[in-house]
C-alpha cells in the first residue's frame, strides 16, 4: 500500500514537471507568471536585504520565514522560461534559450544559496545569515548580468 501511494506520488511529481510548458496556454500568460513568481521573491529577499544591511535590526524569526518563502519561491519561475516565451514584454535575454544549460545552472545554484540561507537564518545567527544572504545575492546578480537586459 505504502509502496503504491509512493509510486503514484513519484508519477505525479515527475507529470507535473513534464507537463510544465502546458501549463501556460499562451507565451504572455508564462511571462506573467515568472514575472510574479520573481516579483514575490524580490519582496521576500529585499525584507532579508534590510536586515542584511544593517537598516532593519536583525530578527531571527522574520529572517528565517522570509528564507523559507525564498525556498520555495525559488523553484517556480523557471518552467515559466519555455521555448516561444522570448517574446513581448520581457526583459529576458536571448540568452536563456541559447545557452539553456547555463541558465539552468544559475536558476540551480540560486536554489542551492536560498536552501543554504534558510539554514544560517534558522542557526539565529547574524553573521551566518548576512554571509549566506551575500552568497544568494550573488547567485540573483550573476543570473541578471547574464540573462536579463537592463
Ligand atoms: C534583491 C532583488 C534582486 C537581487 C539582486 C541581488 O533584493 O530584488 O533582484 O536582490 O539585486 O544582487
Not at 55 to 61: H, L, S, T, Y
Not at 89 to 104: G, L, V
Amino acid at each position: 500500500m505504502k509502496k503504491t501511494i509512493l509510486t503514484l506520488i513519484a508519477i505525479s511529481a515527475t507529470f507535473i514537471s513534464f507537463s510544465a510548458s502546458a501549463q501556460f496556454a499562451k507565451p504572455e500568460d508564462a511571462i506573467k507568471y515568472r514575472k510574479a513568481a520573481l516579483t514575490v521573491t524580490a519582496a521576500h529577499f529585499g525584507r532579508m536585504g534590510a536586515m542584511a544591511q544593517g537598516k532593519v535590526a536583525f530578527d531571527a524569526k522574520s529572517a528565517a520565514e522570509n528564507a523559507e518563502i525564498v525556498v520555495n519561491m525559488s523553484k517556480l519561475p523557471w518552467a515559466a522560461f519555455g521555448e516561444g516565451t522570448d517574446v513581448g514584454e520581457t526583459k529576458a535575454k536571448p540568452e536563456i534559450w541559447k545557452q539553456n544549460a547555463k541558465f539552468k545552472e544559475a536558476a540551480e545554484k540560486f536554489q542551492a544559496e536560498s536552501v543554504k540561507l534558510a539554514a544560517a537564518a534558522k542557526t539565529g545567527k547574524e553573521d551566518a545569515f548576512k554571509a549566506a544572504f551575500s552568497a544568494t545575492a550573488g547567485a540573483c546578480k550573476s543570473c541578471h548580468d547574464d540573462f536579463r537586459a537592463k
